[in-house]
């Protein structure tokens, strides 16, 4: 069965730095999305990704958060000088079109601490 | 805006019991789908039901099943012969119609399976 997949799995990062998520969505999708779940909190939508470009992004995701699919395959979310609020657990998520179900599907998750 | 509630920060049921989950959502929008996703302590989130706003017949998927009442806003996931594995945070989440998609969710029932 096709699956999104993240890497890292978990990284410790200190605060001001730069830290890249990486994602492999579904193949055949068109949607992708990051999500961001703070430790004991629900899952908050960051920012949603179609046709190379950004199509909704939250209050959350400012000037310091960027997406990119670089190479048709990857994308990937940075965070540009990391904050210690920044850590929480972060999302990739993809979906295909109405006509393959409109469900959204999520990667394992990369869990950033920042220190 | 959508909001996404669930009432229960936690429940607990024994093995082989049937637990119901709840959910209320609020919206103005008349297409929308809801979903349930499963998140064991690993932290993946899982799907595990949908539903069509537009269908009148609640989905299922083997032990798990869905009451929806879309005039009252509800939908609640019954899971019936309740696993070990069915330890889990479940979400309730909300997805408009259009293109880009994306979920709110509710903030979560911690469910734990005693043997």
């Known amino acids: 069965e096709p699956e999104v997949t993240q890497t890292p799995s978990h990284q410790v990062t200190q605060m001001g730095q730069e830290v890249i998520l990486r994602c492999v969505p579904i193949?055949?999708?068109?949607?992708f999305y990051w999500y961001r779940q703070i430790l004991g909190q629900k899952v908050e939508f960051l920012v949603s990704f179609y046709n190379n470009e950004i199509s909704e992004k939250s209050e959350i995701f400012d000037d310091q958060f960027s997406v990119e699919r670089p190479d048709g395959s990857n994308f990937t979310l940075k965070i540009r000088s990391t904050k210690l609020e920044d850590s929480a657990m972060y999302f990739c998520?993809?979906?295909?079109?109405?006509?393959?179900?409109?469900?959204?599907?999520f990667g394992e998750g990369s869990w950033l601490t920042v220190v | 805006a959508q909001t996404v509630t669930q009432s229960q920060p936690e429940m607990s049921v024994q093995e082989a019991e049937t637990v119901t989950l709840s959910c209320t959502y609020d919206?103005?929008?008349?297409?929308?789908?809801l979903f349930w996703y499963k998140q064991p302590p690993s932290r993946q989130m899982i799907l595990v039901i949908r539903?069509?706003?537009?269908?009148?017949q609640n989905a299922t998927e083997n032990r798990f099943s869905v009451n929806f009442q879309k005039a009252a806003k509800s939908f609640s996931l019954k899971i019936s012969d309740s696993q070990l594995g069915d330890t889990a945070m479940y979400f309730c989440a909300f997805m408009k119609v259009d293109q880009g998609g994306k979920l709110i969710f509710g903030q979560g029932t911690e469910l734990s399976v005693k043997p």
């Open positions: 919206t103005s929008e008349n297409n929308y789908y």
């Open positions: 193949s055949n999708h068109l949607y």
């Open positions: 998520a993809s979906k295909g079109t109405a006509d393959s179900g409109n469900t959204i599907y």
């Open positions: 539903q069509e706003a537009y269908k009148q």
